[in-house]
């Protein structure tokens, strides 16, 4: 058995992933029937695993977040690179919501006696905001209410900065602990894959597939806009030159080594080590890249946005614009506070999916069917959100400065 362990371990997590993927679809092929259908239990664990945590993760994630960050000082230039930072999330989910309209999708989902209770208008929508955000704090934990859990997630953690740092110590322990479990439960993934693509195949052949590829083309379509349309007209307006020099040199040094680590946080040093080749101030950099790594998640927005719209019209749910609009902000607070794992973002897209009353268990399929495709969503996600961090930071610090980049380096 540990020689079996050792041999699986000599892959990457995403090399196991596509290999459950071409499994799945090689036994959902050859057994319709019995074996895929026993084999399907694999997923239906896997999604019950990231049901019972999810929660939890975002309850820790937000107070610790909160009660633990520090504003820092630094001329007006950290208060524009976090402007940047939010403002480039947002609009990434308005180009994902406009993309999912112009384009709209549908995936295959389980709904069994799920109903669509989406809402009627934008009255109801905030009828429903409101009330999930005062609900029993317990009672979201139970039952799954991520409206509830980021409300009283942000009021314990502003009451928590007013205590000593041992407990605000604890609570980011806490976070740390969470996030350790969920990246135990993301090494499963690969069965969790196999599993659901062998059921897939099974109950409805190669139209799974294709649906989990156009997917796949919208979100790369929509995160194609944000690097290459939406970044540079926000750089442009900072420094008021031709961004892509910068937007080109940040996407080669830095995105193409997140598109393989699959993590912001493990890119950081590659992202200092830039800034520092561009000619941007230590004092800036030093702060502004570890923040953009937690809190710059254009790409994780376009990912809870087109899922979510995915959902919707699987659904049948009808979206009005300000619905739509409203989308767009909770995808941007989503994406902020995603987990630093891969794959994090995904866990964040039940939270989108409660605005519009879709049920948990159809979320969690869809998070399941984000780790189908995340062999290539995660890494152009990630590339788009590290890349940015830098592009971001640059430009903030060139207009501050009035100092040219050094693209030489």
């Known amino acids: 058995?540990?020689?079996?362990?050792?041999?699986?371990?000599?892959?990457?997590?995403?090399?196991?992933?596509?290999?459950?993927?071409?499994?799945?679809?090689?036994?959902?092929?050859?057994?319709?029937?019995?074996?895929?259908?026993?084999?399907?239990?694999?997923?239906?664990?896997?999604?019950?695993?990231?049901k019972a945590i999810a929660p939890v993760l975002i309850f820790i994630l937000i107070i610790a977040?909160?009660?633990?960050?520090?504003?820092?000082?630094?001329?007006?230039?950290?208060?524009?690179?976090?402007?940047?930072?939010?403002?480039?999330?947002?609009?990434?989910?308005?180009?994902?919501?406009?993309?999912?309209?112009?384009?709209?999708?549908?995936?295959?989902?389980?709904?069994?006696?799920?109903?669509?209770?989406?809402?009627?208008?934008?009255?109801?929508?905030?009828?429903?905001?409101?009330?999930?955000?005062?609900?029993?704090?317990?009672?979201?934990?139970?039952?799954?209410?991520?409206?509830?859990?980021?409300?009283?997630?942000?009021?314990?953690?502003?009451?928590?900065?007013?205590?000593n740092q041992s407990t605000r110590d604890l609570f980011q322990d806490l976070a740390k602990l969470v996030t350790n479990v969920i990246k135990k439960i993301i090494l499963i993934a690969p069965l969790g894959v196999f599993g659901v693509v062998s059921i897939t195949i099974a109950e409805t052949g190669f139209e799974g597939i294709k649906a989990y590829l156009q997917l796949v083309v919208v979100l790369?379509?929509?995160?194609?806009?944000?690097?290459?349309?939406?970044?540079?007209?926000?750089?442009?307006?900072?420094?008021?030159?031709?961004?892509?020099?910068?937007?080109?040199?940040?996407i080669r040094e830095s995105g193409m080594t997140a598109f393989f680590t699959r993590s912001s946080a493990a890119n950081i040093p590659v992202n200092i080590e830039l800034s520092r080749k561009l000619g941007v101030r230590e004092e800036i950099y030093a702060v502004s890249i570890p923040l953009g790594a937690t809190i710059n998640m254009a790409g994780a927005a376009v990912t809870i946005t087109v899922f979510t719209l995915a959902a919707v019209n699987t659904l049948g749910i009808e979206v009005d614009f300000l619905s739509a609009l409203l989308l767009s902000v909770f995808a941007t607070i989503g994406a902020c506070g995603a987990s630093g794992v891969a794959g994090g973002s995904l866990l964040l897209i039940p939270l989108a999916c409660a605005?519009?009353?879709?049920?948990?268990?159809?979320a969690m399929q869809l998070v399941l069917i984000g780790y189908v495709v995340g062999v290539i969503q995660d890494s152009t996600e990630t590339a788009l959100n590290s890349s940015t961090d830098v592009l971001f930071t640059a430009a903030a610090d060139f207009a501050a400065t009035k100092k040219e980049p050094n693209y030489k380096n």
């Open 1 to 50: 058995m540990s020689a079996l362990f050792k041999f699986i371990n000599c892959f990457s997590l995403v090399q196991q992933i596509l290999i459950g993927l071409i499994l799945g679809v090689i036994v959902g092929f050859l057994f319709p029937i019995g074996v895929a259908q026993s084999v399907g239990i694999m997923g239906d664990f896997f999604v019950g695993a990231l």
């Open 220 to 250: 790369l379509i929509a995160m194609a806009v944000v690097a290459l349309i939406v970044n540079p007209a926000l750089v442009y307006m900072m420094i008021r030159k031709n961004p892509y020099p910068l937007v080109f040199k940040c």
């Open 65 to 163: 977040a909160i009660s633990n960050y520090q504003k820092q000082d630094s001329g007006g230039t950290m208060q524009k690179i976090i402007l940047l930072y939010l403002c480039g999330t947002f609009f990434a989910a308005l180009v994902a919501v406009t993309i999912s309209f112009i384009y709209p999708i549908t995936v295959p989902l389980d709904v069994g006696s799920a109903e669509a209770r989406g809402p009627a208008d934008i009255k109801e929508v905030l009828h429903t905001l409101f009330m999930n955000m005062v609900d029993n704090p317990v009672n979201a934990l139970v039952t799954a209410n991520y409206i509830g859990l980021i409300s009283w997630g942000a009021l314990f953690g502003f009451t928590l900065r007013t205590t």
């Open 355 to 362: 605005l519009f009353n879709i049920d948990n268990d159809i």
